[in-house]
């Protein structure tokens, strides 16, 4: 089912037109209460979903709550392991403006400056690394492709090939992984270096 739907003209939803994005949880009180009521309101919304919620407070205190139901076949406790999946987007962005700092980068010019094989004059080519980083490059990831599936598994390299643009450049918000994966392929060629290493380096150490 298409993920990007048309409202009329220019406008563009994630939500099509029947459908209402989940209403906001407001909770009052102490930084305490308001994670007790918000873990409590997301139980009942997840219904026999599991989930794990933390929440670090100002003054270092650790707040924990899970939203597993008594008698639940796999319980999710604060020790449940889970994939990090887009998470990793947050290390990639903060590596990318580090290296923009230091100069090594422009987030402002188009990628093609980094990946020649894109071709200066394609309009994949003209996206800049921003555009990609608050995913309004256009980029459309087909998600009967999964990235890390198929030939040469999540390779970066394969970025390229798989990249789609689907919507003009900096007109609308379209969730893109494969955006995130031309961002690491850029900090790998700009850096010289294996990605990991340098969001490592740069980041997590």
């Not at 700092?101 to 093609?112: N, S, T, Y």
């Not at 003209?126 to 999964?146: E, F, K, N, W, Y």
Request: overall charge negative; charged content about 20%.
């Amino acid at each position: 089912k298409p993920y990007l739907h048309w409202q009329g003209g220019d406008v563009f939803s994630v939500f099509d037109a029947e459908g209402r994005p989940p209403s906001r949880i407001e909770c009052p009180g102490t930084t305490a209460e308001r994670f007790a009521c918000f873990a409590a309101k997301a139980k009942e919304r997840t219904n026999e979903t599991s989930a794990a919620l933390a929440v670090m407070t100002p003054d270092g205190a650790l707040l924990q709550a899970t939203t597993t139901e008594p008698g639940q076949a796999v319980p999710t406790t604060s020790e449940t392991l889970f994939p990090l999946l887009s998470v990793t987007k947050m290390f990639t962005a903060a590596t990318a403006v580090l290296l923009a700092q230091e100069g090594v980068l422009d987030l402002q010019r188009p990628i093609a400056t980094y990946l020649p094989e894109l071709g200066a004059d394609s309009e994949l080519g003209r996206v800049t690394l921003h555009q990609l980083m608050t995913h309004t490059a256009g980029l459309v990831d087909d998600p009967a492709h999964p990235l890390c599936q198929g030939p040469g598994g999540g390779a970066l390299s394969n970025a390229t090939l798989r990249a789609h643009v689907g919507a003009r450049p900096g007109t609308v918000f379209l969730y893109s992984n494969l955006g995130y994966a031309l961002v690491g392929l850029i900090i790998e060629r700009t850096t010289s270096r294996p990605f990991e290493q340098v969001v490592r380096e740069r980041v997590l150490v």
